[in-house]
T-cell receptor
Framework: GIQVEQSPPDLILQEGANSTLRCNFS?????LQWFHQNPWGQLINLFY???GTKQNGRLSATTVATERYSLLYISSSQTTDSGVYFC??????????FGRGTSLIVHP | ETGVTQSPTHLIKTRGQQVTLRCSSQ?????VSWYQQALGQGPQFIFQ???????GRGNFPPRFSGLQFPNYSSELNVNALELDDSALYLC???????????FGDGTRLSIL
């Protein structure tokens, strides 16, 4: 199956800082999503982005499918951004695979 | 609000028992996936149903089984519960197999 690697595994920021999270995948995909898991365990869909660039407020994401990676940008981070960020992909077999996540802590 | 609902929200069982978890998909969604998430780990794919047929399975033993009904709601059944089955169980639905997944809030299962 497709391997998904996320980096960094942990990130600690001061409020107001910017950050970039990376997701590398080992094969072509037809579906890529970024999720934020909050402290209550809810998985919030941030972006559906199999290719191209999207922006939603302070968050943006870019997927370069030909080079098999995706980036999630968080600007002007807030304490409410804390949590775990997951990248999940589906390839030709339609089997979903999650990365191990990036744990983000934003201090006030 | 994703439109995906899971029940129950919490459940406590003992080793050896059997459990059924339920998921009501978002209207019009024909694909449902189930995941197990242990504390501090990412979601692990259990299996996926597409139009009532199992369409892929992760590395889980046969005592994990499922069903998808004609209205596309779904069940996850786990037999002979073990302590390691304690986890958050997540259900996600999508309008097709290559479309974005929408997650429910999960069922927290504790095995004593």
């Amino acid at each position: 199956g497709i391997q998904v690697e996320q980096s960094p595994p942990d990130l600690i920021l001061q409020e107001g800082a910017n950050s970039t999270l990376r997701c590398n995948f080992s094969d072509s995909v037809n579906n890529l999503q970024w999720f934020h898991q909050n402290p209550w365990g809810q998985l919030i869909n941030l972006f559906y982005i199999p290719s191209g660039t999207k922006q939603n407020g302070r968050l943006s994401a870019t997927t370069v499918a030909t080079e098999r990676y995706s980036l999630l940008y968080i600007s002007s981070s807030q304490t409410t951004d804390s949590g775990v960020y997951f990248c999940a992909v589906r390839g030709g077999s339609y089997i979903p695979t999650f990365g191990r996540g990036t744990s983000l802590i934003v201090h006030p | 609000e994703t439109g995906v609902t899971q029940s129950p929200t919490h459940l406590i069982k003992t080793r050896g028992q059997q459990v059924t978890l339920r998921c009501s998909s978002q209207s019009g969604h024909n694909t449902v996936s189930w995941y197990q998430q242990a504390l501090g780990q990412g979601p692990q794919f259990i299996f996926q149903y597409y139009r009532e047929e199992e369409n892929g399975r992760g590395n889980f033993p046969p005592r994990f089984s499922g069903l998808q009904f004609p209205n596309y709601s779904s069940e996850l059944n786990v037999n002979a519960l073990e302590l390691d089955d304690s986890a958050l169980y997540l259900c996600a639905s999508s309008s097709d197999r290559d479309q974005p997944q929408h997650f429910g809030d999960g069922t927290r299962l504790s095995i004593l």
